[in-house]
């Protein structure tokens, strides 16, 4: 079976839970405290697509959102292959920007596959008006998107496994 | 090795030489200590993660740029074991070779001031731009200052989170309820509560407005009163709770408070039945059409007869038409021609009867409920045979209406038959009745019960059969000052008649009438009702009640809450129902108002807990009267 490596970003706004949503994926854990990330950090996960006959091993590049300035921002996207662009269902706000950081995203990498995600769905007892929020940007983009929470894991390894399959077919 | 790198102390740079194949070719000793890398020849992606996936790009930098690529502060786990770092990476196109120079250089300490920087810079955002000095003040005053705001202002605070699991409340003595908080649903310890969990998460959310809810009782021991508010918290998802000592103004702004919602409620009521109202008229245009057009009708269907009945001698009177089988035929449709023309005669009568018996009708006061009653009863039957469910309900006693009583229960009666006809087999017809203002309202509803999406009625007939007959209803209704509605729901029907009330109840609401009725629902004029080990009386003319012979203020809406609470105090009455009954739709508002007049109706019956008082609050369900 060919193994694929593709470099995926992690973009959002800061504590929307993109750490977290790779600690979920990447070691199933969940931290409650908050620590800000600085710069990035690379983890790898391996996902195994029998469909395709192929395994991808995602590059996950783990971003401070919103914490830093962005033209340096855009030196962390170059040659990513997708984006799982995540969002804080508690903070209407976080869901706006996901527009932005998918423009920048896709100029500097051309055709990448976008993947929304909407977090922290285990905060909110019905999860219909955000579906319909963040339906709306993924449909602009033409891109899944999946309702996630870190912390009891709903929606995450879909989200990746979305991803895993969107970028292995480029 | 690569010796020909300077070596910088201070900069701590080091370089690596990258070949064509992406593998490290040479670096400097620096380059060994800062990326934690001893033997040349890997791949870069394996000493460096974060150069995996994209080799592509890397070696494209060639033809297309940039031809460096800086990444600042990269976190690296160095594959040497020793401890994580920082990095500042720089990778540029080798102008002279195939490959790339690599430079690498420790930030770690600069991301740590940078880290802590950020950390606390997104803490206070997190936490919604709380001033730092609150912080402070917090901290130097410490938590003795929660104790004093209690013992001074009689604050408390509370803190749930967004399942409304009480996190930590003050002051840590638990004072008032004398039992442990922490952990506990809020539900659970501010029963008053229940049912409004939906309203308090949407606050968390903030897709509702902070809410303060005034002079709530929290212990039943206690006589004391509390006003309670509702925020959202700006560290977590979560509600703070303030709980206040009501004071006597909060009292009088209560009551205003009250008041203004009764008349928002009435407001918001009339509004709903202007509407109908207009509607009702509109039909009303389209029903005065169809007087006309009945008539046209009629004749029409008096026409085809007649060529029927034509068609038919014209035959008979041929020599070729003798077979026999072919006359009895004729014979038999001859006759039921003749029936249909006699029945269409009889309709054109009917009306014209009706018409002039509407002319000299004569206005005495009548019992719409009786009447009402014996056409349902009249018909159910028929309606049996059929395959419906008539049911009649009619909760209140009703006031007179002035009319012929005759002519209404014929009225009554064709507006039964138009829902019988229409209706098809296992719908549901159901009669009711309410007094609105100064009307007698009748409701007679069309549908399946438990299937709203099947329709319940059937299409119209081209026959002038149900104009016949609603134009009877209207004849009579209009006759009696009062209004025809035809509303076509989505799949099902309903008609409603307006009647005045007769003058004499429209003056003084409290005309006697037939008590008897009354005491078939248990709620005699005078019956005492036992409630909670307590006597409560409703006098449901002079809409009055008692308890513990001390007469109720009640406004108009509290006592509809309590006669409705009282009529059903086998059952738990649901949110829901009881926004219906007091005519409204469930929304927030409504809910609101709801959990207001429960609350004022309480504090009237001198009620204050659930678990023991008259006015239960079932959780989650909602409320019920203790027998
Ligand atoms: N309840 C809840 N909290 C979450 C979830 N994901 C992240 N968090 C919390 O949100 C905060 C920020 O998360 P983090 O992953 O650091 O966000 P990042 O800045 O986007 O990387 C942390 O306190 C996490 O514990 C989630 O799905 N549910
Ligand atoms: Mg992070």
Redesign the pocket.
């Known amino acids: 079976m060919p193994v694929i490596q593709r470099k995926i970003c992690l973009l959002?706004e800061?504590?929307?839970?993109?750490?977290?949503?790779i600690r979920r994926f990447v070691h199933n854990r969940?931290?409650?405290?908050?620590?800000?990330?600085i710069g990035v950090h690379i983890s790898r996960k391996e996902v195994v697509l029998p469909e395709h006959d192929t395994t991808v091993v995602l590059v996950l590049w783990?971003l401070s959102?919103g914490e830093m300035a962005s033209s340096l921002e855009e030196a962390y996207y170059r040659g990513g292959a997708g984006a799982l662009l995540?969002a804080d269902v508690l903070r209407p706000d976080t869901v706006a920007v996901l527009n932005t950081y998918a423009m920048t995203y896709t100029r500097i990498n051309p055709g990448a596959a976008l993947v929304f995600a909407c977090?922290?769905?285990?905060?909110v007892p019905d999860e219909t008006p955000y579906r319909l929020k963040l339906a709306e940007i993924a449909q602009r983009w033409r891109a899944p998107f999946f309702l996630?929470?870190?912390?009891d894991g709903r929606g995450v390894e879909d989200a990746f496994r979305a991803l895993a399959y969107l970028v292995a077919r480029r | 090795m690569y010796p020909s790198f300077p070596l910088s102390k201070e900069n701590e740079t080091g370089l690596a030489r990258i070949d064509a194949d992406l593998r490290l070719q040479d670096y400097s000793p620096f380059f060994a200590q800062v990326v934690g890398v001893t033997t040349p020849g890997l791949p870069l992606a394996e000493v460096l993660p974060v150069f995996a996936g994209v080799e592509d790009w890397l070696r494209q930098m060639r033809q297309r740029g940039p031809r460096i690529w800086e990444l600042r502060f990269v976190h690296h786990i160095p594959p040497d074991g020793s401890e994580p770092r920082y990095l500042d990476l720089s990778i540029a196109v080798d102008e002279t070779g195939e490959g790339w120079h690599l430079s690498a250089r420790d930030v770690t300490a600069a991301a740590e001031r940078l880290h802590q920087e950020v950390q606390r810079f997104n803490d206070i955002r997190i936490r919604g731009h709380q001033p730092p000095a609150a912080h402070h003040l917090m901290r130097r005053l410490g938590p003795g200052i929660l104790v004093a705001l209690w013992e001074h202002l009689g604050l408390m605070l509370a803190v749930v989170d967004a399942n409304l699991i009480i996190e930590a409340v003050t002051p840590p003595t638990t004072m008032t309820l004398q039992r442990p908080l922490i952990g506990l649903p809020l539900t659970e310890v501010l029963p008053t509560l229940a049912g409004l969990e939906g309203e308090l998460q949407r606050i968390v959310r903030g897709e509702a407005a902070p809410w303060r809810l005034p002079g709530l009782q929290l212990d039943p021991e206690l006589p004391q009163h509390w006003d309670i508010l509702f925020i959202p918290r700006t560290d977590a998802a979560g509600l703070l709770i303030i709980v206040q000592r009501t004071v006597n103004e909060t009292l009088i702004e209560q009551e205003l408070r009250q008041q203004r919602n009764e008349l928002t409620l009435l407001h918001k009521e009339l509004e709903a039945q202007a509407m109908a109202l207009r509607t009702a008229n509109e039909r009303l245009v389209n029903l005065d059409r169809e007087r006309r057009a009945l008539m046209a009708l009629i004749v029409g269907d008096i026409k085809s007869a007649l060529s029927v009945i034509g068609g038919y001698s014209e035959w008979l009177t041929r020599p070729a038409s003798t077979a026999i089988a072919f006359q009895q035929e004729a014979v038999v449709s001859i006759r039921e021609a003749v029936a249909q023309i006699d029945r269409l005669l009889d309709r054109v009568m009917t009306i014209e009867r009706l018409e002039n018996k509407l002319v000299q009708l004569q206005r005495t006061p009548c019992d719409v409920h009786l009447l009402l009653e014996e056409a349902v009863v009249m018909r159910q039957e028929h309606a049996r045979m059929q395959h419906l469910d008539l049911q009649i309900e009619l909760p209140e006693r009703l006031p007179p209406v002035s009319g012929d009583a005759q002519v209404l229960a014929e009225g009554f009666g064709r507006l039964l038959d138009y829902a019988i006809g229409r209706a098809i087999p296992s719908a549901r017809i159901e009669v009711s009745s309410r007094v609105w203002k100064e009307w007698v309202l009748v409701e007679v509803t069309v549908g399946i019960p438990g299937r709203p999406e099947q329709a319940a009625v059937k299409a119209l007939p081209s026959s002038s059969q149900h104009v016949f007959e609603l134009t009877q209803v209207r004849l009579v209704v209009e006759s009696h000052d009062g209004h025809l509605a035809l509303e076509e729901t989505k799949n099902g029907l309903q008609l409603v008649v307006w009647l005045p009330l007769a003058g004499e109840a429209k003056d003084r609401s409290n005309v006697t009438v037939d008590r008897g009725k009354d005491d078939a629902m248990g709620l005699g004029q005078y019956e005492p009702l036992v409630v909670a080990g307590g006597t409560l009386r409703l006098d449901r003319t002079r809409r009055q009640a008692w308890l513990y012979e001390r007469p109720l203020l009640l406004t108009p809406l509290e006592y509809r809450l309590l006669v409705y609470l009282a009529q059903h105090r086998d059952r738990v009455i649901g949110h829901k129902e009881l926004l219906a009954v007091l005519g409204h739709e469930e929304g927030e508002m409504s809910l609101n108002h709801l959990r207001v007049l429960i609350a004022r109706l309480r504090n009237k019956l001198g009620d204050s807990e659930e678990a023991s008082g008259i006015l239960r609050t079932v959780r989650g369900v909602g409320y019920t009267l203790a027998s």
């Not at chain 1, 800061?14 to 949503?21: E, H, N, Q, R």
């Not at chain 1, 977090?119 to 905060?123: A, E, F, H, P, W």
């Not at chain 1, 996630?148 to 912390?151: E, F």
């Open positions: 959002g800061f504590a929307v839970g993109k750490t977290s949503l969940f931290e409650a405290d908050y620590l800000a990330t783990d959102g995540v977090n922290k769905m285990d905060l996630t929470s870190a912390r």
